[in-house]
């Protein structure tokens, strides 16, 4: 259990049960073991006692999640933007300190290596990535330095989560502040920044990881109630936001998750006009000429079933036409999963994963109304 667990333990008058994952239960809704095993999750409280009730809070009011599994990367040095730059999916070069956004790196055919947000400071850059992907980002990053004037290390920090509709309250109340989205500001020690999900917005805040026991404490003493990563994960599988080492595997492009791509309600984590980077020659022929295989779905689970597991083959017949990522309880939906399936099995009946019923929620079907802008030019040079 972390220090946080047991910090917030204390609050709750010292109930400590149900803060650890449970290995040999997965009745949640979740394979615990698996996500302990890719992930690093399990250095951090599954829930406080009442999972469904903690994750009301971020939606009702206002609920603090530890997120400190997550590992961060600062880059300095007066190269570090143009650097950043030309290795990974965003454009930074000309990001100004307070900017907030997400970026993929990719390898040369256009796979997912790593998702990571990007915090732009005065005079460095901070990048924090799940533990499975850290130690790859981190050789990754020192291999390409080359002439670049850049340092690069690990430094301590962890993530705190603040959200819900009393979050601008709770945060200003504990000494913090409350960023417009995209943009984070400097209170003490600490980074503030606001990114726009799951629903609502979220406020992350980065402490030293000494300091990580104080701030929580401070964030609960203004009002936010404790809320374990099972709530966060909930609202991460609604937000059809995929998680490295539970839903993303080796052959995943960008296009196959919609919301990494610009739309009128999220931060892109692909930039589709910046300069060259490895892996843009996939992201650009998907684009404008075609539609990727597979996307990223919601799957509505039949709650009677045995729910199935991280890496269960969804099946239409005997057919395999993808495989389930993260598999929680939601408050409102019930038993939920993101799923990586083909694109042409979307709206098809009869899936099944084992003996678990399956559907596609209809919100997170990803219908193309037009043409990709490449496919048109090209039709219209045919003159049809």
């Known amino acids: 259990m972390s220090h946080v667990a047991g910090a917030a333990a204390l609050e709750l008058g010292g109930q400590t049960e149900g803060l650890e994952k449970d290995s040999e239960n997965a009745s949640d809704g979740t394979s615990a073991k698996n996500v302990e095993q890719t992930t690093g999750q399990a250095s ?11 994750q009301r809070h971020l939606q009702e009011d206002c609920g603090v999640v530890d997120r400190s599994y997550y590992r961060v990367i600062e880059v300095t040095g007066e190269d570090r933007l143009t650097y950043l730059n030309t290795l990974f999916s965003q454009k930074v070069d000309d990001a100004t300190p307070g900017t907030v956004t997400e970026a993929l790196n990719l390898d040369a055919n256009g796979h997912v290596l790593h998702h990571m947000t990007l915090t732009v400071l005065d005079d460095s850059v901070l990048i924090d990535v799940p ?15 080359f002439w670049s004037k850049v ?13 819900g509709p009393n979050a601008p309250e709770v945060l200003v109340s504990a000494g913090l502040a409350f960023p417009q989205v995209g943009k984070a500001t400097t209170v003490g020690h600490s980074y503030v ?20 026991v104080g701030a929580w404490d401070a964030l609960v003493a203004a009002g936010a109630s404790p809320v374990g ?20 595997d080796e052959k995943m492009i960008p296009h196959e998750a919609p919301r990494w791509i610009a739309s009128e309600f999220d931060t892109a984590a692909v930039h589709l006009d910046k300069g060259c980077y490895r892996g843009q020659e996939t992201v650009s022929r998907v684009h404008n000429v075609g539609r990727s295989p597979r996307v990223l779905v919601m799957l509505q689970l039949d709650g ?54 399956v559907a596609v929620d209809p919100s997170s079907i990803d219908r193309v109304e037009q043409l990709p802008p490449g496919r048109a030019a090209i039709n219209r040079l045919r003159g049809k």
């Open 44 to 54: 951090v409280a599954w829930h406080y006692g009442r999972p469904l009730v903690e």
């Open 193 to 212: 920044r606001h990114l726009p999900w799951p629903r609502g917005g979220r406020v992350d805040v980065l402490v030293r990881r000494q300091d990580l």
């Open 304 to 357: 009677s079933a045995t729910l199935p597991e991280t890496g269960d083959p969804v099946m239409m017949g005997k057919r395999a036409v993808g495989h389930v990522g993260t598999v929680v309880q939601h408050a409102d939906y019930g038993p939920i999963a993101l799923a990586l399936l083909k694109r042409s099995a979307q709206e098809r009946e009869g899936l099944v994963v084992g003996d678990c019923a």
């Open 151 to 163: 340092e690069i290390a690990e430094v301590e920090r962890a993530v705190i989560s603040v959200m």
């Open 229 to 248: 990563l099972m709530g966060w994960d909930a609202e991460r599988v609604v937000s059809l936001r995929p998680e490295l080492g539970i839903d993303v």
């Open 131 to 145: 533990p499975v992907g850290f130690d790859s980002l981190l050789k990754y990053l020192n291999m390409m330095v």
